[in-house]
């Protein structure tokens, strides 16, 4: 008899920021390894583009709006997603945004703002479906932090403040899902050249560039892919039960000389 039981083989996903980015990575490679995945984002219209390009290649897929700073939509993205495609096995939390202010000169609205997202709307989402997966007696949370939590950065301090809250709840949210069958992980990206950052203008950016490479935390100008990440999601939640990959950090190689 084996320990546990094995995945079960239909396992419905939520991935939670699927409009761009690491999300729209993950969604893309969960639904391309035969899992039904739903996507939800406040840019619903990106969603259902993305889910209508991976049901044409024969995914099951579900897109509906998602923002996760409101816990009635993500009530209603959880139920509408769980209709469409069943009970969650895995739920991706990777929503969010960030803005380049410094601690000092964001005001506490913009910095309550950030974490809102960032760290109420991860737990929003694991209030929403959790509770069913201990029921069921088996699931994945994957939480997506950054390695700002173990090098800080300048102009980010509402968003490492809430990648560091992510951390230490997940790390709580282990020690009470253990013997559950429930898997609460971190994957926890370096560099990644996604949308967050990317409205910032020349001069913020070339700012904050230069007082990161001032603190030592841009060895190299290579950032990962989206779809480095995605992987990395995609090994924690395939694992086999009876392992559990606790904290996976995935850092873009430099250049090879």
């Known amino acids: 008899m084996p ?53 044409k290649e024969g995914a099951e897929t579900f897109a509906h709006a998602l923002d996760v700073a409101e816990s009635d939509s993500v009530q209603r993205f959880v139920s509408a997603a769980a209709d469409a495609l069943g009970a969650p096995e895995i739920v991706v939390s990777g929503a969010g945004d960030l803005s380049a202010e410094r601690v000092h000169e964001l005001d506490s609205a913009g910095f309550a703002a950030q974490v809102g997202v960032h760290l109420v709307g991860a737990h929003r989402l694991v209030s929403h479906v959790v509770p069913g997966m201990v029921e069921r007696g088996r699931g ?44 609460a992980s971190i994957v926890r990206p370096g560099p990644t050249m996604t949308g967050m ?25 290579y950032f990962l892919r989206p779809e480095d990440v995605a992987a990395a999601i995609a090994v924690v939640v395939e694992a086999p039960r ?8 995935v850092q873009p190689e430099a250049k090879v000389r």
């Open 3 to 55: 320990r546990f039981a094995p995945h079960p083989l239909r396992r419905p996903a939520l991935v939670a920021g699927a409009s761009s980015g690491i999300g729209a990575a993950t969604a893309a490679l969960l639904a391309a390894k035969g899992h039904p995945v739903a996507l939800g984002a406040r840019r619903a219209d990106k969603c259902r583009e993305l889910a209508d390009a991976l049901s």
């Open 140 to 183: 994945d949370v994957v939480l997506v932090s950054s390695d700002v939590v173990r090098s800080p950065r300048t102009r980010m301090g509402a968003y490492v403040a809430a990648k560091n809250g992510i951390e230490g709840m997940a790390r709580v949210l282990q020690m009470e899902l253990e013997g559950t069958g429930v898997r």
């Open 197 to 221: 950052g990317m409205g910032w203008d020349a001069e913020t950016t070339g700012e904050v560039l230069e007082e990161w490479v001032k603190w030592g935390l841009a060895r190299h100008p």
């Open 242 to 249: 009876g392992t559990h990959l606790t904290l996976v950090e």
